[in-house]
Structures are given as structure tokens and as C-alpha cells.
């Protein structure tokens, strides 16, 4: 599997803007489609993002389309979520996913998860 490690989450007022970053190592990372996730408390774990091997395809949950942003540098293994005009709803435990080629949006189509990295968003 692919070792995934998560970073760039803080806390931010609303309005505010966030680059999340997830490094992969372990596997050739280009024959991965990644995943952004998201946790908050009291809720199941949702989707946010997704894109494939490639970085030309990307798909994106409804209440982050049009401010969020997921992009790959296949050459440094990392895969990133620019978050803009942040709101206190998007408050969470945000994980970056992988799987083996074909972009997903379920939970349960990613095998290789990172820690997580917390992002707070203030009022």
C-alpha cells in the first residue's frame, strides 16, 4: 500500500483560504487516483475531492465545488486541496485517500488512508 501523510490544516477565520498537502510514498504514485475527505464532529467521514492518475479528471462534493480546488505533482508524489472562502461548516478532520487507478467518491473504494490534519474554521 501507499504510505499517505497529511499536512496544512490550522485554524482560520471564515473567508479564509488553506492549501492542505498529502505525501505519498511506498508506490509509484502516478498509478493512484487520490481523495480528499472529511471528517466533523459528530458526523460520518464525507467526501470532498477526488482526482485521477492523471489530474485531468476531478470531481467534487456540492458544498465545496467552486471554493475548494484538488490538484497532483505526479513528480513529487503530493497531492493537494486548496481551500478557499472557507466557512465554520467546513470545520473537520480533513484525510487524504488513494486507490489504484480509476477515480471513486466513496469511502469504501480507497484502501490507503493518511492520519488526517485538522482544519478549524472560525466565525
Known amino acids: 500500500q501507499v504510505q499517505l501523510v497529511e499536512s496544512g490544516g490550522g485554524l482560520v477565520q471564515a473567508g479564509d483560504s488553506l492549501l492542505l498537502s498529502c505525501a505519498a510514498s511506498?508506490?509509484?504514485?502516478?498509478?493512484?487516483?487520490m481523495g480528499w475527505f472529511r471528517r466533523a464532529p459528530g458526523k460520518e467521514r464525507e467526501f470532498v475531492a477526488a482526482i485521477d492518475w492523471s489530474g485531468y479528471n476531478s470531481h467534487y462534493a456540492a458544498s465545496v465545488k467552486d471554493r475548494f480546488t484538488i490538484s497532483r505533482d505526479n513528480a513529487k508524489n503530493t497531492v493537494y486541496l486548496q481551500m478557499d472562502s472557507l466557512k465554520p461548516e467546513d470545520t473537520a478532520v480533513y484525510y487524504c485517500?488513494?486507490?489504484?487507478?480509476?477515480?471513486?467518491?466513496?469511502?469504501?473504494?480507497?484502501?490507503?488512508w493518511g492520519q488526517g490534519t485538522q482544519v478549524t474554521v472560525s466565525s
Open positions: 485517500a488513494a486507490r489504484l487507478f480509476t477515480i471513486a467518491t466513496k469511502t469504501s473504494d480507497f484502501g490507503s
Open positions: 511506498g508506490r509509484t504514485f502516478s498509478n493512484y487516483a
